[in-house]
């Protein structure tokens, strides 16, 4: 008999008599306290159990959803590891042949033996490899067949596979989930908004859950991403909105000092550095706070573009401020700051932790720029009439410390500068509420960079070239993937290389830096090599932001098929900032072939942009997301931001709400509670 329809999608599970009160337990542990969450805890994937997969006859390949049989148990040790193994055949071999048989282990989980026994029929799903001459699967997924009386969910169809729930078998999670399908009342699934009104939310729940083909579960995934992307895109437009009926104060009227900047450089600025030095002075001459992301390739020269927007706040008689995330990078500033605009008369001040510095006397009058780090945030630095904020790789400071800085001024215009490349595919998403300038273009007078990617190479080879850059009077860095060495990992570490390299480099200057040094030496350090005391530089990936050393020409990054796309790109930046030929050196064993790929995109391009869209391919978005520090991290379909068409359809329909209904307090007022303000940020989602 078919259960009634009766519960509402907001009922409790534990009011909910079909639960046990340890399967109530076991879904709260993981958040899951209503119907609709339990509902919204989506198959991961799916298996068509129609038909199954044949019994591996080589190891290697995808993973693959076999069933069979299984014949012989056993818990076995393997050196210190102890784990429980079961030899499964498929029934359904060829005679002539024999059957078919597989090992699956499962390491550390001896408790198995009270599931899995011999004469219970399986389906498996894992990648086969080799193990001294067997096939094997470890730690695969399993299932125990049981009989079921009449039609079944778990067979002859597309069934649905779950993140695991501990304490829930798969079984009964899905059981729970088709009870639930059946019982709640279609209504109360109803979006606060439907995205789509000729797909109902609750037919998308059932496709999604138990579809008839694979087609629909796509279908039905994209119309919950839908969903989820209108909920951000209403955020996005909800607070340009605000930003663009804000009031602000018009600067940039004034161009003396930009022209006399501009005239004493030795060289011309690029065709986008121009471009987006006249999109910042049009946001500046506008009677609202100017919020702009500066998006530079590393060293396309995003410098010059911050100090010519701050010689446009101080012409209309404002002061400006630049916040950098390490002192060093502020000193660095600091000192390029002066050299440049000190013949212009302009006074600029430092405020660290450690350092308080001005360029000029206090008779001179107040500082017109403020360079520092986290010390602006606090009372010991005052500002007169703060009207422009300058935010160096702004992604190393928080919401709040944003807030603070942007508070101690009067509607301050905001700039935000980023190295770091993103796919122009996410850029609607991530910035979608800020104006997105994008310096795409080299600096002239750059040396040639030229990147190598090198299989185990000798290193004698290796150490003959560094020496010979090294002679020159260049400098070099020694890239490792690890602060110290480790049973697990097959990599040598920095700690360990900067020993060897010091034997092998005796004439010189061996240093060694990491994130495990006290930030103090660590700024000794990064001061020491950028004065040419240090020549050569054994690290870690904690050099990826970095001061300028024009200098150094060299980079040997080892077992490169460690790092990701974006933080090669990253560290390859360090280098090429001066007028020699720079040498990126990648090296790795090529044992992989995804990782060869990755790389072979570092070695052909050096481009941000295009390695950023490589990057989206190889890995998903999920996966870049999850490393960009973009505040998404959490969203529950990331695959799908690189479908542009779903981007944009989620941007239309909050465009037209917030047309319809400006404060969301009409017609669109249940929407309200979707909108996250953040505390006085205007660009929280940078």
């Known amino acids: 008999m078919e259960a009634p329809i009766s519960i509402p999608s907001d009922s409790e599970l534990a009011a ?41 006859a080589a190891p290697g390949g995808p993973a693959i959803c076999i069933r069979g049989t299984v014949i012989d148990t056993r818990n076995r040790f393997g050196g210190r590891v102890r784990f429980y193994e079961a030899i499964v055949t498929d029934a359904s071999g060829q005679p002539a042949l024999g059957p078919a048989t597989l090992t699956c282990r499962w390491f550390n989980m001896p408790f198995l033996s009270k599931v899995l026994a011999a004469g219970q029929e399986v389906i498996l799903h894992g ?23 009449g039609p079944s969910i778990h067979l002859e169809r597309i069934v649905p596979v779950y993140r695991n729930i501990s304490g829930i078998p798969q079984r009964r999670l899905r059981e729970l989930q088709y009870l639930i399908l059946k019982k709640v009342v279609p209504g ?48 996005v437009v909800w607070r340009r909105s605000r930003i663009l009926h804000s009031n602000g104060r018009v600067l940039g009227k004034k161009t003396t000092l930009l022209k006399a900047f501009y005239q004493s450089l030795p060289f011309d600025l690029t065709g986008a550095q121009k471009r987006s030095i006249k999109e910042i002075l049009a946001d500046l001459r506008q009677a609202r706070p100017m919020n702009r992301l500066l998006q530079g390739d590393v060293g396309s020269g995003k410098t010059f573009v911050a100090v010519a927007s701050m010689l446009l706040a101080i012409d209309s008689g404002v002061q400006a401020a630049l916040m950098a995330p390490t002192q060093i990078l502020a000193e660095q500033h600091y000192l390029t700051f002066r050299q440049w605009l000190e013949p212009l008369g302009i006074r600029v001040a430092l405020r660290t932790a450690n350092r308080q510095e001005n360029s000029h006397i206090d008779l001179a009058g107040e500082p017109q720029i403020i360079i520092g780090t986290h010390a602006l945030l606090f009372d010991s630095v005052t500002f007169q009439d703060l009207g422009l904020i300058v935010i160096d790789e702004q992604h190393k400071f928080g919401v709040l410390q944003r807030g603070r800085l942007i508070a101690q001024g009067t509607q301050p215009d905001v700039l935000v500068m980023t190295a770091t490349p993103i796919p122009r595919t996410l850029t609607m998403t991530i910035y979608g509420d800020l104006d997105v300038s994008i310096l795409d273009e080299r600096p002239a007078g750059r040396g040639k960079l030229v990147t190598a990617l090198r299989v185990k190479p000798k290193q004698t080879d290796l150490t003959k070239f560094v020496k010979e850059q ?47 040094i006290d930030p103090e030496e660590k700024e000794s350090i990064m001061r020491r090599f950028r004065d040419g005391e240090i020549d050569v530089l054994v690290a870690t990936t ?57 790389l072979g995109v570092m070695a052909r391009t050096s ?75 205007p660009i929280a989602s940078v």
């Open 16 to 56: 909910c008599d079909f639960l046990t009160p340890k399967e109530v337990l076991s879904l709260s542990a993981v958040g899951i306290l209503r119907v609709r969450q339990l509902l919204d805890w989506l198959p991961k994937r799916y298996e068509d159990r129609r038909r199954f997969d044949a019994f591996p």
């Open 127 to 149: 990648k086969p490899k080799d193990f001294q001459g067997r096939i094997v699967i470890d730690h695969p997924e399993f299932e125990v067949i049981k009989d079921d009386s």
């Open 188 to 235: 109360t699934l109803a979006s606060a908004y439907e995205v789509d009104d000729s797909y109902p939310c609750h037919e998308a729940y059932r496709e999604v859950h138990f579809p008839d083909s694979i087609e629909q579960t796509e279908a039905a995934r994209r119309r919950f991403a839908l969903e989820e992307f209108f909920a951000l895109q209403l955020n």
């Open 470 to 516: 090294l002679d020159q009077g260049r400098q070099a860095y020694m890239v490792y993937p690890l602060v110290e060495d480790s049973d697990k990992l097959k990599a040598e570490s920095a700690t360990a290389a900067h020993e060897k390299w010091k034997k092998r480099l005796s004439k010189y200057e061996v240093g060694l830096i990491h994130g495990k």
């Open 542 to 598: 904690v050099i990826e932001v970095g001061v300028d050393v024009p200098n150094a020409n060299l980079m040997i990054i080892h077992h490169a098929e460690r790092f990701g796309l974006a933080q090669l790109h990253q560290l390859r930046g360090r280098i090429g900032r001066g007028e020699h030929k720079s040498y990126c050196i990648l090296l790795t064993d090529g044992k992989s072939e995804e990782a060869m790929e990755k």
């Open 607 to 681: 481009d941000g942009f295009v390695i950023a869209e490589e990057d989206l391919r190889l890995r998903g978005p999920g996966d870049v997301l999850g490393t960009m520090q973009s505040g998404l991290g959490d969203l529950r379909f990331p695959d799908f931001l690189a479908d542009t068409a779903l981007l944009r359809e989620a941007r239309s329909l909050a465009d037209q709400v917030i047309s319809e209904d400006p404060t969301l307090t009409g017609p669109h007022a249940n929407l309200l509670a979707l909108i996250h303000e953040p505390p006085t940020d």
